[in-house]
């Protein structure tokens, strides 16, 4: 008998179908894959399975039995956890009350919150993901990105009295290092050796062929195939994704790298780096590596106007570094940051809205009345090299898919003539097809000068995109390398080294 069925789900937002005909079986004790491309309907699949959507029709059959998922309590009853893709933390309380979140609180004396249990509860839910550093009582918005994952990884694991069967993961890895990404690989073999089952969505096909046993493909809404995984190999999967052949390769640079530089880095040092030299130029991509929070992010967020430099020389186009963003879009420098709900958009704003912000300077004729056609032009011009998928120009940023709200923050970024543009992790949660697109986009703006900087923890990514990789280990510059004749392990080795 299956654990769940889910049968000829759809969901439509006005004309618009997220989905239209969409199916899955999960078997007890199987760690099974769904894929599929942005837009495809995932997302949406999820919130219906969580009891955050209704969906206009189709059955849900829990241990062969009608089951109803009217809200989230619903799905908790039945022993549904969910790790969702973005970072929906509450920022303002603790660690150990997100870890609770979803859960009753332990009390004492019927009322008051037990919060020594509650703090046990945090810490044994993050030893089973062997983290010993995270103190339950801190707030959880001073953890980086990656730990606040982790922690809300581990709030599934939490003992709630509840007993878990189903753990939905929607690109749990994407925040993750290497490293925390095998701690929790060996969750889920854990998980599924004590009989539960985990519905796993993620782009990253070699993940998927690592630990799942079987993997679901949805294209546009619609249920495609389901294969073992050891009956099928990733690019079969990919012409189930996107109904082509598609290859998941770097576009190569097929011109000359010129003298001229686009930015100049002498000994800089902020509050949060240190050391910080090298020459970017003109068409070069330059990578930024390391383990997690080594300092990546703060590089980028120097070059972007964000810290003050407090020592050394930074140069950008021969001008002083930017002292705010304002500036910096001013300057030509342009920056897709690593967090797109949380840094990148305004999601109760239109695709329009959220993609002119930086450019209305330039949109505005005199007296600062702003061109709507202009905006429009922009807009729709920056979206197709994008290859956006909305309704509309006006369609808020909250109703697309996480890969087309990445293509939103990406059409900011190239809405004017660039210099430099400023990439953390660009692909975080794009498929493959888009992450193509992306490359490509990235080659042929390198092509017409533009310097770029590009942080990634996909070490493919970063060997096949950039042409020298700049290490950082906590805060400070160790070394400048060539990707030529350097491979993953090469890569990574050199993360560690004193």
């Known amino acids: 008998m299956t654990l769940l069925d889910l049968t000829h789900i759809a969901k439509s937002y006005g004309r618009t179908a997220a989905l239209a005909d969409a199916s899955i079986d999960i078997l007890p004790g199987e760690v099974h894959a769904l ?26 059959r829990f241990q062969g039995k009608l089951a109803t998922i009217d809200n989230p309590q619903d799905a908790f009853d039945l022993g549904f956890r969910f790790i969702h893709q973005e970072l929906n933390v509450v920022p303002q309380i603790s ?6 979140i979803g859960g009753p609180y332990p009390t004492r004396f019927g009322a008051m919150v037990n919060w020594r249990e509650l703090n046990r509860r945090a810490r044994a839910a993050l030893a089973r993901l062997g983290i010993d550093t995270i103190d339950p009582r801190t707030k959880i918005s001073r953890l980086s990105a990656g730990d606040q994952m982790l922690v809300k990884i581990a709030g599934t694991l939490s003992d709630t009295g509840n007993p ?25 073999a854990e998980l ?62 097929t011109f000359d790298l010129e003298e001229h530089l686009v930015c100049r880095a002498q000994d800089v040092s902020t509050r949060r780096i240190r050391g910080l030299s090298f020459n970017l130029r003109k068409g070069e991509v330059l990578g ?9 992010s703060e590089v980028m967020q120097a070059l972007m106007g964000l810290d003050r430099i407090l020592e050394g020389t930074l140069k950008i186009s021969g001008k002083a570094a930017p002292q705010n963003p304002a500036t910096a879009w001013e300057g030509g420098i342009a920056y897709v940051p690593r967090e ?57 940023c909250y109703q697309l898919s996480g890969g087309n709200q990445q293509k939103v923050v990406f059409a900011r970024a190239v809405g004017a003539s660039l210099n430099l543009l400023l990439l953390d992790e660009p692909t975080r949660g794009v498929d493959v097809g888009a992450k193509f697109d992306i490359y490509t986009l990235v080659r042929e703006l390198s092509a017409r000068g533009c310097g770029v900087v590009l942080t990634s923890s996909d070490l493919p990514e970063l060997l ?17 390398v060539e990707t030529r004749d350097l491979d993953p392990h090469g890569l990574l080795s050199r993360f560690y080294a004193a």
């Open 164 to 188: 878990a069967c189903l753990f939905v993961m929607d690109e749990p890895t994407a925040s993750l290092t290497g490293e925390e990404s095998e701690r929790l690989f060996k969750v889920i």
């Open 340 to 396: 797109r709900r949380r840094e990148g958009l305004m999601l109760t704003r239109s695709i329009l809205q959220n993609t002119v912000l930086p450019h209305l300077r330039h949109l505005s004729r005199l007296l600062g009345v702003v061109n709507r056609r202009s905006e429009r032009d922009m807009t729709q011009r920056v979206a197709d090299i994008v290859r956006l998928k909305a309704d509309s120009l006006k369609q808020p």
């Open 95 to 100: 660690v150990a009350e997100n870890i609770a």
């Open 35 to 60: 894929m599929g491309e942005n837009g495809a309907g995932k997302s949406t699949f999820i919130k219906v399975l969580a009891g955050i959507v209704k969906s206009d029709r189709g059955e849900i």
């Open 464 to 480: 096949g995109m950039c042409d020298r990789i700049l290490i950082m280990q906590d805060g400070r510059q160790t070394e400048i």
């Open 288 to 296: 930024i590596g390391g383990l997690s929070n080594a300092g990546q």
């Open 192 to 253: 599924k050796s004590a009989g539960a089952s985990v519905l796993y969505v993620s782009h990253r096909m070699d993940e998927v062929m690592q630990i799942c046993d079987r993997v679901t493909v949805f294209r546009d809404g619609r249920f495609v195939e389901t294969k073992r995984t050891n009956d099928t190999d990733k690019d079969e999967i990919i012409r189930f994704m996107t109904g082509r052949d598609v290859k998941d390769v770097y576009p190569e640079r």
